[in-house]
C-alpha cells in the first residue's frame, strides 16, 4: 500500500546526529605563534624604502615592456 502525503509527513523520524569530529592527537595541532622580533623604527622604515625603491624599478621595466610591444607591428593584418 502507498501511503498518502498525509501521512509521510506526520511520520515520526528520529533525529540525526550531527556527524562526529575526529579526536586528533595534540602533536597534530597548529603551532603556536612566534613572537616577531623588534625592529627598530629606523630600520623599518629602511626596508620599506628599499622595497619601494625596488617596486618602481619593475615598473619601470614595465613601462618599457608595454611601450616595445605597443609599437611592434602585428604580425597578421
Do not use: C, G, N
Amino acid at each position: 500500500m502507498s501511503k498518502s502525503k498525509e501521512e509521510e509527513k506526520t511520520e515520526y523520524r528520529p533525529p540525526v546526529p550531527p556527524p562526529m569530529r575526529p579526536e586528533r592527537p595534540e602533536e597534530w595541532r597548529w603551532p603556536s605563534p612566534t613572537p616577531m622580533p623588534t625592529i627598530p623604527a629606523e630600520d623599518v622604515s629602511r626596508l620599506l624604502k628599499q622595497i619601494l625603491d625596488r617596486l618602481d624599478a619593475i615598473e619601470k621595466r614595465l613601462e618599457k615592456i608595454e611601450k616595445a610591444l605597443t609599437e611592434k607591428q602585428p604580425l597578421f593584418p
